[in-house]
């Protein structure tokens, strides 16, 4: 049975060719050929030799799902609906900016079992983990299809559909060829604080870092997630000291989605300040993007107002993050995939 040669890395890639008595260097080649230039076939990686691309092609197969659906926002966002060999589907998002930081928001999971009351991916339930390859290839996809343009992806996000920790091992075996290509400073994990992952994988993480906070308390957050009864705000803050400790020049964005009535309080504010205003961090403001079964509803612009106006006033950063593809249900807390089947 063929490999998929997207689940190994370059060092993986060097030693099978030691292996076979293949120059190792033919790696490289092969990385560029797959990475830079999205080739789906090893026969049109013209620069090895024909009797090694029989060999590659004998062993490995190079996988590229098929793109079931893309939709295009009048805001420029695109969203593609890629079928994975069990027909199971997952979406990822391209975000192009005028100020040229084109980001693609990639998934790690089919569904996602976090259960965020505010999000419709967990709203739908979760399936499985994305493989490595299937992780990977959503860069490579929306890459082939950039090809044309002159847009190119200059920044990567784990914010679609899943739990990025609860798949730790794949994600970050994508992070590290990502870095390859970008820069690290260009990649970041977004995760709702799986605390105990987070802590194994701090010191060695790749690419900076968002916790998806959202609350400034156990009590708030724990009502609209779940997951603080196993993972708390301690246990996430004690794992972001541990990355600081070793990413000291990286700031950690603490997500915030203001819900009216809920979290977007004076009060929520200034508890939110005294949480953060010792750490190097930032706080990214969204604004909740309504979908069908949803309870929840956007804080009034004054109430926005009045919660950055205090962030701000007490020395933290708190941009309020663009509300992009909500008329193709893109837009943050909106992936899912009974969306995608309708």
Not at 239 to 257: D, G, M, S, V
Not at 269 to 277: C, G, H, P, Q, R
Request: aromatic letters at 10%.
């Amino acid at each position: 049975m063929k490999q998929g040669i997207l689940n190994l890395s370059e060092k993986d890639l060097e030693i099978f060719f030691i292996q076979e008595g293949i120059p190792k260097f033919r790696a490289s080649q092969v990385y560029s050929w797959l990475y830079r230039f999205g080739k789906t076939s090893f026969f049109d990686m013209t620069n090895i030799d024909k009797s090694l691309q029989k060999k590659l092609d004998d062993i490995f197969y190079i996988y590229h799902p098929n793109i079931e659906r893309i939709q295009k926002s009048n805001d420029g966002t695109i969203k593609f609906l890629l079928e994975l060999n069990d027909s199971d589907t997952v979406e990822t998002v391209y975000i192009p900016s005028s100020k040229k930081r084109n980001t693609l928001c990639i998934s790690s999971q089919v569904g996602c079992s976090v259960g965020c009351k505010f999000c419709n991916t967990g709203y739908n339930g979760f399936i499985r983990n994305l493989s490595a390859e299937e992780v990977i290839v959503q860069y490579l996809v929306v890459n082939k299809y950039l090809q044309n343009s002159h847009e190119k992806i200059s920044n990567i996000v784990f914010m679609g559909m899943g739990e990025p920790l609860y798949n730790a091992k794949n994600v970050l075996f994508a992070i590290d060829i990502f870095s390859k290509l970008i820069s690290r400073r260009k990649i970041t994990l977004s995760t709702s604080g799986i605390s105990v992952v987070l802590k194994e994988i701090a010191t060695d993480l790749k690419c900076k870092l968002a916790i998806s906070l959202h609350a400034p308390n156990d009590e708030i957050r724990s009502r609209i997630m779940p997951i603080n009864n196993i993972y708390n705000i301690k246990s996430i803050m004690n794992a972001c000291e541990i990355y600081h400790k070793n990413h000291e020049f990286l700031k950690i964005t603490f997500e915030y989605l203001l819900l009216k009535g809920i979290n977007d309080s004076k009060e929520c504010a200034y508890e939110l300040v005294d949480l953060i205003k010792n750490t190097n961090s930032r706080v990214n403001i969204l604004m909740f993007n309504e979908w069908d079964g949803c309870v929840f509803k956007p804080s009034s612009s004054s109430a926005l107002k009045n919660f950055v106006s205090i962030l701000e006033k007490n020395g933290i950063e708190a941009p309020i993050r663009d509300r992009r593809g909500l008329d193709i249900l893109a837009a943050c807390g909106q992936l899912s995939r009974a969306n995608s089947s309708t």
